[in-house]
């Protein structure tokens, strides 16, 4: 299994463009979701999906859209990338069971500077 | 959804115990305790997990208050290795309550 994976791993946008970041997981997990960390601090939820055609805003979800068309992939997109968005992002992905709660596994995380 | 409440740091010498506390006065009958841990420069990783009873596992082990409002994470010989950002976390089980929403964390600083 690969895990969690995320390209691309460093990116530089000027203000105002839009772009795509991928995560894709091969585990068969429900649950996805997408943070941002920036430096020194911690992370913060910007979206989320409980499966195929479900998402959910977290706690920072403005200037960004998601999408789920299929288990494996949960893209986010930049609408229109601004400074306030530098940061680090995570994807993450864990199973759900009914009863139970579910290891979360992350992604090696997308650089992103917003010039 | 509910909080946690953790300090901001802490220090230990190495091959001690640590324990790292955390406050989740607001825990619902439903939500499991999380613990992650975020190494220098790296994504977040699992640590440990408990709904009522104690739990061990290679890592760790997690001590859950009899009334669930508080639960600490032990690690039993602190390595330099173990000197990371541990996340508290609660997370429910039904519908709208799945997400994992990570707080501040402990800095755990490990002398060496």
């Known amino acids: 299994n690969a895990g969690v994976t995320q390209t691309p791993k460093f990116q530089v946008l000027k203000t105002g463009q839009s772009m795509t970041l991928q995560c894709a997981q091969d585990?068969?997990?429900?649950?996805m979701s997408w943070y941002r960390q920036d430096p020194g601090m911690g992370l913060r939820l910007i979206h989320y999906?409980?499966?195929?055609?479900?998402?959910d805003q977290g706690e920072v979800p403005n200037g960004y859209n998601v999408s789920r068309s299929t288990t494996e992939d949960f893209p986010l997109r930049l609408l229109s990338a601004a400074p306030s968005q530098t940061s680090v992002y995570f994807c993450?992905?864990?199973?759900?069971?009914?009863?139970?709660?579910?290891?979360?596994?992350f992604g090696p995380g997308t650089r992103l500077t917003v010039l | 959804d509910a909080k946690t409440t953790q300090p901001n740091s802490m220090e230990s010498n190495e091959e001690e115990p640590v324990h790292l506390p955390c406050n989740h006065s607001t825990i619902s009958g439903t939500d499991y305790i999380h613990w992650y841990r975020q190494l220098p420069s790296q994504g977040p990783e699992y640590v440990i997990h408990g709904l009522t009873s104690n739990v061990n596992n290679r890592m760790a082990s997690l001590a859950i208050a009899e009334d669930r409002k508080s639960s600490t994470l032990i690690l039993h010989r602190a390595t330099l290795r173990d000197a990371a950002v541990y996340y508290c976390?609660?997370?429910?089980?039904?519908?709208?309550?799945?997400?994992?929403?990570f707080g501040t964390g402990t800095r755990l600083k490990v002398l060496a």
């Open positions: 993450a992905s864990s199973p759900l069971t009914s009863g139970s709660s579910n290891e979360q596994f």
């Open positions: 976390i609660l997370r429910g089980t039904t519908s709208g309550t799945y997400k994992y929403i």
């Open positions: 585990m068969n997990h429900e649950y």
């Open positions: 999906s409980v499966g195929a055609g479900i998402t």
